[in-house]
């Protein structure tokens, strides 16, 4: 599975995006996937996770009610809603699949296919 992710930007405190990721490869269908991100000096950390299906979702407590995940089966694309944002999300986005997994995972380690990463700056 190859992936590509795109739609980050700048945007202003309070604001939103939507992140998308598109996958190649019949493997995307059975498999989980999520979102990491990371800021300048820190690690990579979890923020979504959604399972093969879409109906399973799990939220890092920095983003849940805020963040919404979701894929198209059929556009071979995953997503990443993004509202009320804060300065302290800013960091690079990173998509990632777990080939032929089925559950969502917020260990980064679980993951085989990695998408470039875009950049998402929350500033004033």
């Not at 019949?26 to 000096?41: E, I, L, T």
């Not at 799990?58 to 983003?63: C, H, L």
């Not at 805020?66 to 302290?88: C, H, V, W």
């Amino acid at each position: 599975v190859q992936l590509q992710a795109s739609g980050g930007g700048l945007v202003q405190p309070g604001g939103s995006l939507r992140l998308s990721c598109a996958a190649s490869g019949r493997a995307f269908d059975n498999s989980a996937s999520g979102w990491f991100r990371q800021a300048p000096g820190k690690e990579r950390e979890f923020v979504a996770t959604i399972n093969w299906r879409g109906v399973s979702t799990t939220y890092a407590d920095s983003v849940r009610g805020r963040f919404t995940i979701s894929r198209d089966g059929a556009k071979k694309t995953m997503y990443l809603q993004m509202n009320s944002l804060k300065p302290e999300d800013t960091a690079v986005y990173y998509c990632a699949v777990r080939t032929n997994r089925y559950s969502g995972s917020s260990d980064p380690t679980d993951y085989d296919n990695w998408g470039q990463g875009t950049q998402v700056t929350v500033s004033s």
